[in-house]
């Protein structure tokens, strides 16, 4: 019997409940993943008691001689993955390695230059909302309207006239590849720094998939969660020359004691996408994401940049009918067992808590085992629940279908006989 449910039935009914709705879905949210058994029981394990403020060789801490083991094969682990000079795992998340490079790079008020929250960016590159626009003078790129993609023309003439001191690469929502040789032209021309926040496409470029940033800027963050498929958590990397400020930026300059227990599952992580099983998984996640865009724009569905060349894409409903809104068609997918979430599309005329698209990726189905075959039912069960103007016997249909679907892909760790 598991200990939670032991002392405590309430909080484990509730874990319960989440585990199996991860099991009878099918997770499309770009961002997410399901982990190894082994990711989850590094997770779980006796690291969190430990507190390991400072670095390996260098704590505050007595007791730390394992813990710089731990940290130390999380830290190889990561530069043989990525080749870069220098990386610090400590960064509690995606958000929290981005603010490192703030704090080791910049000063309040400084102007920092990102692609537009409502073009695929994310909050911390420079959202009011977020520190990242309240702290610093926030100007932003956008998509070219025609081909919904990146102009680099563009990007150089915000650079020249805004002279940002750091130029922010990467995005949440971007299904196209990154051109990171051309925006480091640009960040030398105006004197800028480049930061490559690979948060969604990490595995990607660990397994040589998308074209590599850590040649060209000076820092490289990202989440470990997501492709990567580690624990939700971050890191940041660097060249040789930022490695002390980015170390002191995250501790002491962010945050106190490390989370040991995530980051002996980053080690994990990092330990399993060095094999070559994993370059397999990542080419799966781009066959499955080609197949599954081709079968949506089949059921009629427009694609913003007509496609992708990674692991997500974004859904324009309007082109299926004007009035779909993205918020909607979340609810009734959600409804039929299938889990996404709404988005705006570039230009999008609708708010954000209602917006005309949908973001979908292939990351967290294809860790389940799903394939091209299973791709174009994934498509069929998403336009019919699209399509059903929320009638609850059609949704209640697929609902059962996909409940019935998923048997098959149990999570892996279901599956782990030693759990
Ligand atoms: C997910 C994401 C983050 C933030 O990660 P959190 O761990 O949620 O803080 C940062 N940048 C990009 C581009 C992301 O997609």
């Known amino acids: 019997m598991n200990p939670i449910e032991q002392s405590d039935p309430i909080?484990?009914?509730?874990?319960?409940?989440?585990?199996?709705?991860?099991?009878?879905?099918?997770e499309l949210i770009a961002s997410e993943n399901h982990v190894s058994p082994a990711v989850l029981a590094a997770a779980a394990t006796p690291?969190?008691?430990k507190y390991a403020e400072g670095y390996p060789g260098k704590r505050y801490y007595g007791g730390c001689e394992f813990m710089d083991v731990i940290e130390n094969l999380a830290r190889d682990r990561a530069k043989a993955l990525f080749g870069c000079?220098?990386?610090?795992?400590?960064?509690?998340?995606?958000?929290?390695?981005?603010?490192?490079?703030?704090?080791?790079?910049?000063?309040?008020?400084?102007?920092?230059?990102?692609?537009?929250?409502?073009?695929?960016?994310?909050?911390?590159?420079?959202?009011?909302?977020?520190?990242?626009?309240?702290?610093?003078?926030?100007?932003?790129?956008?998509?070219?309207?025609?081909?919904?993609?990146?102009?680099?023309?563009?990007?150089?003439?915000?650079a020249r006239e805004c002279k940002p001191k750091l130029i922010i690469t990467g995005a949440s929502a971007y299904p196209r590849l990154w051109d990171f040789a051309a925006f480091a032209e640009i960040a030398h021309e105006v004197g800028a720094v480049q930061?490559?926040?690979?948060?969604?496409?990490?595995?990607?470029?660990?397994?040589?998939?998308?074209?590599?940033?850590?040649?060209?800027?000076?820092?490289?963050?990202?989440?470990?969660?997501?492709?990567?498929?580690?624990?939700r958590s971050g890191m940041t990397m660097c060249k040789a020359d930022w490695a002390k400020k980015l170390d002191s930026a995250?501790?002491?300059?962010?945050?106190?004691?490390?989370?040991?227990?995530?980051?002996?599952?980053?080690a994990a992580a990092f330990g399993e996408a060095q094999q070559p099983a994993f370059k397999v998984y990542c080419q799966q996640i781009l066959k499955n994401a080609k197949v599954l865009a081709e079968a949506l724009m089949g059921h009629g569905y427009r694609l913003v940049s007509g496609g992708t060349d990674n692991h997500l894409m974004l859904v324009d409903l309007r082109a299926k009918s004007p009035d779909l809104t993205g918020a909607a068609v979340e609810?009734?997918?959600?409804?039929?067992?299938?889990?996404?979430?709404?988005?705006?599309?570039?230009?999008?005329?609708?708010?954000?808590?209602?917006?005309?698209?949908?973001?979908?990726?292939?990351?967290?189905?294809?860790?389940?085992?799903?394939?091209?075959?299973?791709?174009?039912?994934?498509?069929?069960?998403?336009?019919?629940?699209?399509?059903?103007?929320?009638?609850?016997?059609?949704?209640?249909?697929?609902?059962?279908?996909?409940?019935?679907?998923?048997?098959?892909?149990?999570?892996?760790?279901?599956?782990?006989?030693?759990?």
């Open 11 to 26: 909080l484990w009914q509730a874990i319960q409940q989440e585990q199996n709705r991860q099991d009878s879905t099918l």
């Open 47 to 49: 690291l969190t008691n």
């Open 85 to 158: 000079d220098h990386v610090n795992v400590q960064p509690h998340s995606g958000s929290q390695a981005n603010q490192a490079v703030f704090l080791a790079a910049l000063n309040p008020g400084d102007t920092i230059l990102g692609l537009h929250l409502d073009h695929g960016g994310h909050l911390t590159h420079g959202k009011s909302v977020n520190i990242s626009g309240k702290w610093f003078k926030s100007v932003h790129y956008t998509l070219d309207p025609k081909t919904e993609r990146i102009d680099m023309a563009n990007v150089q003439r915000i």
């Open 195 to 231: 930061m490559a926040d690979i948060a969604h496409f990490a595995g990607l470029v660990a397994t040589g998939l998308h074209p590599s940033p850590v040649p060209h800027s000076e820092f490289v963050t990202t989440t470990t969660h997501k492709t990567l498929r580690g624990p």
């Open 250 to 266: 995250v501790f002491p300059g962010l945050q106190g004691g490390p989370l040991m227990h995530i980051i002996a599952a980053k």
């Open 331 to 419: 609810l009734w997918l959600q409804n039929a067992g299938i889990i996404v979430n709404k988005n705006m599309v570039p230009f999008d005329t609708r708010k954000a808590i209602e917006t005309s698209g949908i973001r979908v990726g292939t990351p967290a189905l294809t860790t389940r085992g799903l394939k091209e075959p299973e791709m174009k039912k994934v498509a069929n069960w998403f336009d019919r629940a699209a399509s059903s103007g929320g009638d609850a016997q059609v949704l209640a249909k697929v609902r059962a279908e996909v409940t019935e679907f998923t048997r098959s892909y149990p999570l892996p760790h279901l599956t782990c006989t030693a759990c």
